[in-house]
């Protein structure tokens, strides 16, 4: 396999440039196998021990769905970041080996064990005495950089990273609360992480509905881990949630074909892990349909104002706008959307956009810039700073929850 198989040769020559300016350390493409292209037959740092060792750690990349640091031998340690384009896996890239300076490993242990993989004592002195010194605590970083930089030159879409990121968060916090649960001694299940689902779905809390969800798999994996009971009780989330959204707002009835859709995935599901993740899947689509629909069913003239913004936040909305739609003065529209929601008209407008920025940056490649543009917002500083206000974090570090990298 070529060097331009796994990556195009001048992007590979533009990180490796930038990632030695910026670090010191060079960057190879490995294959599948483990494998470090463009390196001679018989190299000391493709015996098939390391090779192995990087195999391994290109899976794990990948499985995670982020860059992965491993230690390549006693006393020399790696990373690598995992080379995606949709579902499709095409390498990976090493990001250095260096022997870290705090590491007690004996270099003699280390050449030791290089030469009872197969090198020669003379290639492997030569070979660890070259390598640079490095601080372990700098390793995440430098991974998180190469990582964001492959993707922003590439322009590629890690589809099948993202997946696998957001399938072991899950599965992380699953365990974390399960954990909780076990050393507390609590282990009945309650309507009370239903009840908070549905509010946090409501509003419009992706992450705080994620959350809330997990906490309500890990109560089913504690009262029975048997799949067909697990598949039970999600169908039965699935249909409290649409339920509710549809008795709240009838014109929610499209949720009800979306349901058995849902349903339908659920049942096929073959395990846990992958139940779990047909049920975030199916949260986050029920999330965006409500997202869409968003009206106060006890008052015409705020649905009326609703429903016009939900249509229009894009552009410049002015409280003469929504007056018009409502029918009534500026000072009574703005008081009856203020006292039936809680929110003013400029917070349901702002909640619409960066609601909008949430799929754009977890569905698309759009930048920052074209985020902040197409949303109306002033510029991409006024957009990162209303998104970190509403969700806690700024863009990029949204999109890296997620597995992408930023687009700034």
């Known amino acids: 396999m070529v060097a331009r198989s796994v990556l195009p040769r001048e992007k ?10 910026r670090y010191g350390l060079g960057a190879d493409l490995v294959t599948f196998d483990g494998t470090v292209i463009g390196l001679p037959p018989g190299a000391i740092r493709n015996l098939r021990l390391l090779k192995r060792t990087r195999e391994h750690a290109l899976q794990e990349s990948v499985r995670w769905g982020e860059p992965y640091s491993f230690l390549l031998a006693p006393g020399i340690v790696s990373w690598i970041v995992p080379l995606v384009n949709g579902d499709t896996v095409r390498g990976g890239l090493c990001g250095g080996e260096v022997r870290p300076h705090d590491d007690p490993q004996d270099r003699n242990e280390t050449v030791s064990y290089l030469v009872a993989s197969g090198a020669k004592r003379a290639t492997a002195e030569k070979y660890v005495g070259r390598l640079p010194i490095w601080s372990l605590s700098r390793t995440p970083e430098t991974a998180e950089w190469l990582f964001t930089r492959i993707y922003e030159l590439t322009l590629w879409d890690p589809v099948l990273l993202q997946r696998n990121h957001e399938n072991a968060l899950q599965q992380q916090q699953i365990a974390e609360e399960i954990h909780r649960r076990k050393t507390s001694d609590h282990r009945a299940y309650s309507l009370d992480h239903e009840r908070a689902l549905l509010a946090l779905t409501r509003v419009g809390d992706r992450g705080g509905a994620r959350r809330e969800m997990n906490k309500l798999l890990a109560d089913v994996f504690l009262y029975s881990p048997r799949l067909p009971v697990l598949q039970g009780r999600a169908i039965e989330i699935l249909g409290y949630l649409v339920r509710a959204a549809v008795e709240e707002n009838p014109e929610l009835g499209s949720l009800l074909e979306l349901h058995i859709q849902w349903i339908e995935r659920m049942v096929a599901t073959k395990d846990f892990e992958t139940a779990c993740a047909a049920l975030r899947e199916a949260l986050d689509d029920f999330m965006s349909h409500i997202d869409l629909q968003r009206f106060n069913r006890h008052n015409i003239h705020v649905r009326r104002v609703l429903k016009f913004l939900a249509g229009n936040y894009m552009r410049t909305i002015s409280l003469g706008d929504a007056a018009g739609v409502a029918g009534l003065s500026r000072f009574r529209v703005a008081h009856l959307v203020k006292e039936c929601t809680g929110k003013t008209i400029l917070q349901h407008v702002k909640l619409l956009r960066i609601q909008k920025a949430r799929m754009w940056l977890e569905e698309t490649n759009k930048d920052f810039a074209e985020i902040a543009n197409d ?24 999109r890296r929850n997620l597995g992408r990298p930023p687009k700034g």
């Not at 020559?13 to 300016?21: L, N, S, T, V």
Request: hydrophobic residues 30%.
């Open 12 to 21: 590979v020559g533009r990180i490796r440039h930038e990632y030695r300016q």
């Open 375 to 398: 949303l109306g917002f002033a510029d991409q500083s006024h957009f990162i700073r209303h998104f970190r206000e509403l969700t806690g974090v700024t863009p990029a570090r949204y």
